[in-house]
């Protein structure tokens, strides 16, 4: 079948808005009809190539939420009708990681950057026969996509696509940054660097683990505003200007959990996170950096590190699985304790993608979410 899809042949580069052929769903994969797609960072550094895939042609996108139209050979547990969530780590269910229930750590999670399927081959290709890489097994920026039941996560379908596609991403990434890697506890003192899409959500996850303190660090003054709106007691433009804030708050010793969600993270961004916790705090590195410059880390001191027994925590996904942590949240939001239609600033078209790119990069969002018709 023929689809329209957001496509990057060079980087830098931007969405370019072709049809595409696509191909019938095989051996366990389905045909999903996308209703809604939200807009990550994570999308847009491959745009100007902070990060990059081993192909291209590249649809990109990964935070979507569809319908099942249509279901391949031996998938279980989906049928046609079904509203779906995508997971970027596609699961497999039997790896070490799996099958401890650490299904974000799955041994498929070294293939996303490759484009093809798990399959080695690809389901989406241009006119001329050449073959069309896919971000993360996914590509929602896609009318119609072609899948791996791996990829997928069943959801109640009383729930809004257009903002339950939030979930596949930002709100799982975020909110489990506060509650699994940062390990928030009653009354602790949390700092948030980065309040987009993923960092409000590490408010809100602060928030429901009963942080007594939560402040916000972003650049943008609206998303300084829009945090207090979702829990954060306080904020700031930068982490210099919060840290008297957070000296007075611990009598000088620090944030007990640092979450580092910014739109890039650099490693002078972990330095100064480093300083800002305190003896036994954590610092949670949750937002993606350049591939490239991953050297040495300005402020990161070794005796500290070792004797005020601080901890440096990467975050992937939440820490958490999909197939558990998307329903979960889900039901927070069904019982009005999760905020997800607020984070919804502009929901743009398939062809109106360059303009949420921009309005991404400006901070103008919390998140846009494209619907598509």
């Known amino acids: 079948m023929r689809t329209r899809a957001a496509v990057l042949r060079e980087a830098p580069g931007e969405w370019q808005i072709e049809e595409l052929e696509l191909d019938e769903p095989k051996d366990g994969e389905l045909l999903v009809e996308m209703v809604a797609s939200g ?10 190539g902070d990060n990059t895939v081993a192909q291209m042609p590249l649809v990109g996108g990964h935070e979507g939420a569809g ?36 299904q974000n750590l799955c041994d498929n999670g070294a293939i996303i950057q490759i484009g093809h399927q798990v399959d080695g081959t690809y389901r989406m290709h241009t006119d001329d026969g050449e073959d069309v890489a896919t971000l993360a097994l996914l590509g929602t920026f896609s009318e119609w ?19 339950a596609c939030l979930v ?68 700031f433009g930068s982490l210099e200007e919060a ?43 949750t937002s993606v950096s350049n591939e490239t410059r991953c050297g040495d880390v300005p402020g990161l001191n070794g ?38 239609d607020e984070l919804v600033t502009k929901r743009y078209t398939l062809d109106e993608i360059g303009q949420a790119t921009e309005d991404l990069r400006a901070g103008r969002n919390i998140r846009g979410v494209i619907v598509y018709d």
């Open 145 to 163: 996509q072609v899948y791996d039941q791996m990829s997928l996560v069943k959801i109640d379908e009383d729930i809004p696509l257009d903002v």
């Open 168 to 235: 596949a991403c930002g709100v799982q990434t975020g909110y489990g940054s506060a509650t699994n890697a940062a390990d928030v506890q009653t009354g602790d003192v949390v700092v948030v660097v980065g309040v987009g899409g993923v960092g409000m959500n590490a408010v809100q996850g602060a928030r429901d683990a009963g942080a007594g303190h939560i402040i916000a660090v972003d650049p943008v003054e609206d998303k300084q505003k829009w945090a207090l709106d979702f829990g954060a007691t306080e904020s």
């Open 67 to 102: 319908i099942v139209r249509k279901v391949g050979p031996n998938v279980t547990g989906f049928e046609v009708g079904d509203h779906v969530l995508t997971a970027f780590i596609p699961a497999c269910g039997r790896c070490r990681w799996c099958a401890s229930g650490k």
């Open 303 to 340: 005796f500290m590190l070792a004797m005020l027994q601080k901890r440096i925590q990467g975050a992937l996904y939440g820490m958490q699985a999909p197939r558990e942590a998307m329903p979960k949240l889900l039901r927070q939001y069904k019982n009005g304790q999760l905020k997800l």
């Open 243 to 285: 840290s008297g804030r957070v000296a007075e708050l611990t009598n000088g010793q620090g944030a007990d959990a640092t979450i580092l969600t910014p739109s890039l993270l650099t490693n002078a961004i972990i330095g100064e996170g480093f300083v800002s916790i305190r003896k036994g705090g954590t610092l949670v590195v």
């Open 39 to 48: 807009l990550c960072h994570s999308d847009d550094h491959y745009l100007v």
